[in-house]
T-cell receptor
């Protein structure tokens, strides 16, 4: 049963600390997406990778967020320094092809910054 | 910018009743439309995907229609069950971008 995995599932940290979230896409999928979900804004696209190359990160605050794919089995999203307004659920999704078809979502990382 | 609206925001029905969830979008230039289910504290599960050239898709008790020209989609869930209680999200896709609605939270009372 292929699925997207994310770690950690929950993270509580203090303002100013670095946060790293990890995602393992479904084997064989070549597109990876990072989304953020909040009550106020709903689901927003933060970053999009195809074949490990970042093609769109316009949704990310550039000064504190960074996203990478060190290899085909790992995607990371880092926040440094974290702020209380970053509290949200962060989802990773992966898909085959050009990213224009179905996306498969992971269970999310619930981040709380105090 | 694509705007996706879902009405109603919340819905409570007795078990056995049919559910009708509505989704509207402002830009008809889409590749496809997807309906997702989200359970509390969980990720999104894709229920149905309708390509822009299609009018509807069916899976079991679920049926989704798409009218691209009017910017509308409807998700029908027949003979609702308590296990159908969840938030249902509509998303339209253009290129790789998914634009999501805020969701309809459904409660099915036993």
């Amino acid at each position: 049963d292929a699925r997207v995995t994310q770690t950690p599932r929950h993270k509580v940290t203090e303002m100013g600390q670095e946060v790293t979230m990890r995602c393992q896409p479904i084997l064989g999928h070549n597109t990876v997406f990072w989304y953020r979900q909040t009550m106020m804004q709903g689901l927003e696209l933060l970053a999009y990778f195809r074949n490990r190359a970042p093609l769109d990160d316009s949704g990310m605050p550039k000064d504190r967020f960074s996203a990478e794919m060190p290899d085909a089995t790992l995607a990371t999203l880092k926040i440094q320094p974290s702020e209380p307004r970053d509290s949200a659920v962060y989802f990773c999704a992966s898909g085959p092809g050009q990213g224009t078809v179905e996306q498969y979502f992971g269970p999310g990382t619930r981040l709380t910054v105090t | 910018k694509q705007e996706v609206t879902q009405i109603p925001a919340a819905l409570s029905v007795p078990e056995g009743e049919n559910l009708v969830l509505n989704c509207s979008f402002t830009d008809s230039a889409i590749y496809n439309l997807q309906w997702f289910r989200q359970d509390p504290g969980k990720g999104l599960t894709s229920l149905l995907l309708i390509q822009s050239s299609q009018r509807e898709q069916t899976s079991g008790r679920l049926n989704a229609s798409l009218d691209k020209s009017s910017g509308r989609s409807t998700l029908y869930i027949a003979a609702s069950q308590p296990g159908d209680s969840a938030t249902y999200l509509c998303a339209v896709q253009f290129d790789y971008k998914l634009s999501f609605g805020a969701g309809t939270t459904v409660t099915v009372r036993a």
